[in-house]
Nanobody
Framework: QVDLIESGGGLVQAGASLRLSCAASGGTFSRDVMGWFRQAPEKEREFVAAIAWSGGYIRYADSVRGRFTISRDNAKNTVYLQMNSLKPEDTGVYYC????????????WGQGTQVTVSS
C-alpha cells in the first residue's frame, strides 16, 4: 500500500508560480516512478510530468516543458512540481501517482489538489 498526499494548490493570477508537493508513505520502494497528472473541468485527465526516485528518468508533457519542473527529495519521500508562468489553461485538479518502472499504468493515486489560474 502506498499513500500519496498532495498539497500546495491554490488560486493565483496568470504568470504566477506555485509549488505542489506529494508526500509518499508505505511501500514506496515498490513504486519507482512518481507522476503528476491534472484534470480540468469536463476534460480527460492528462499527464504532466514524471520522475524516478533513483534519478535518471524525467518526463514532461509538451504543454508544460520549460515552465514546470519536477523534482524529488528521497530523504523526505516527497516529490515536487514547481509551476512557473502559470496560464489559465493550467487550471485543474492536480494528482500525484505512483507506478513501478516496468509498468505503464499508475496504480496508486492521491486525492488531488486544486490549482486555479485566473486571467
Amino acid at each position: 500500500q502506498v499513500d500519496l498526499i498532495e498539497s500546495g494548490g491554490g488560486l493565483v493570477q496568470a504568470g504566477a508560480s506555485l509549488r505542489l508537493s506529494c508526500a509518499a508513505s508505505g511501500g514506496t520502494f515498490s513504486r519507482d516512478v512518481m507522476g503528476w497528472f491534472r484534470q480540468a473541468p469536463e476534460k480527460e485527465r492528462e499527464f504532466v510530468a514524471a520522475i524516478a526516485w533513483s534519478g535518471g528518468y524525467i518526463r514532461y508533457a509538451d504543454s508544460v516543458r520549460g515552465r514546470f519542473t519536477i523534482s524529488r527529495d528521497n530523504a523526505k519521500n516527497t516529490v515536487y512540481l514547481q509551476m512557473n508562468s502559470l496560464k489559465p489553461e493550467d487550471t485543474g485538479v492536480y494528482y500525484c501517482a505512483a507506478r513501478p518502472m516496468l509498468q505503464s499504468n499508475y496504480d496508486y493515486w492521491g486525492q488531488g489538489t486544486q490549482v486555479t489560474v485566473s486571467s
